[in-house]
């Protein structure tokens, strides 16, 4: 899939264009939309996620620290100056992303926000670290505010919650979101593959509501090809 990385990197059309062609086999080695860093609780240096992502040959990826964009910041400069660097090399295309707790159906939920603007006003409550309260913390209004930001809104790892996902996906179409996690490691393979019963199920579901389906290894440790 070609990736125009001329494009900013809040480029909304083309994160959805991505989305709308992601399968079981596009992670880990060619997209991954859920990684965490130092900045939150994660064990991957920024510099260390990119060197990663560059020799793995990812062509996209995003950052989801939870309740913060530090570790975006400090891996977009670290991309721009390798580019400096290495002119005419290709280099996988960084957008923003964050993952940020939200009240959905009286169950603790995680959305992922994704190509908004790293400045964004209304995202400004969700990106100081810590967890929100207050109407805030509920999910139609953090689903909002990245809207509002600009970018993609999708609900993290569906079939971990205390509520089934037939109940919380169908609730969170309901409220806008965007897309579910489909292709997710549930019981952290290696080497890493989507769990498909559950991937099965989330993917029935998604196409009854009309939502992306996207990839993640939700990495913590020190790899990108794994969970933990």
Not at 56 to 84: C, F, M, N, P, S
Not at 107 to 116: M, N, S, T
Not at 164 to 183: N, Q, S, T
């Amino acid at each position: 899939m070609a990736v125009n990385i001329a494009r900013t990197a809040t480029s909304k059309e083309l994160l959805s264009d991505v989305f709308a062609r992601l399968h079981s086999r596009s992670c880990p080695t060619e997209f991954n939309f859920h990684m965490h860093t130092v900045y939150s609780d994660g064990r991957l240096q920024p510099s260390v996620l990119m060197e990663q992502a560059l020799a793995i040959g990812l062509k996209g990826l995003a950052i989801t620290d939870h309740h913060t964009i530090d570790g975006y910041e400090v891996a977009r400069q670290w991309l721009d100056d390798w580019k400096w660097s290495h002119p005419g090399e290709d280099v996988p295309y960084l957008w923003t992303g964050v993952e940020i707790n939200a009240n959905l159906l009286d169950v603790e939920v995680h959305i992922l926000g994704y190509a908004f603007a790293y400045n964004a006003p209304s995202l400004k409550p969700y990106l100081q670290r810590r967890i929100v309260t207050g109407s805030d913390y509920e999910a139609k209004n953090v689903i909002a505010a990245i809207h509002q930001g600009g970018g993609l809104a999708v609900l993290a790892h569906p079939a971990r919650y205390r509520k089934p996902l037939h109940e919380l996906i169908p609730a969170a179409a309901a409220l806008g979101i965007d897309g579910v996690e489909a292709f997710y490691a549930y019981n952290n393979p290696n080497p890493w593959k989507p769990s498909v019963i559950e991937t099965e199920q989330v993917q029935k579901l998604a196409f009854e509501y009309g939502l992306y389906t996207t990839c993640g290894t939700d990495t913590h440790g020190n790899s990108l090809l794994q969970r933990i």
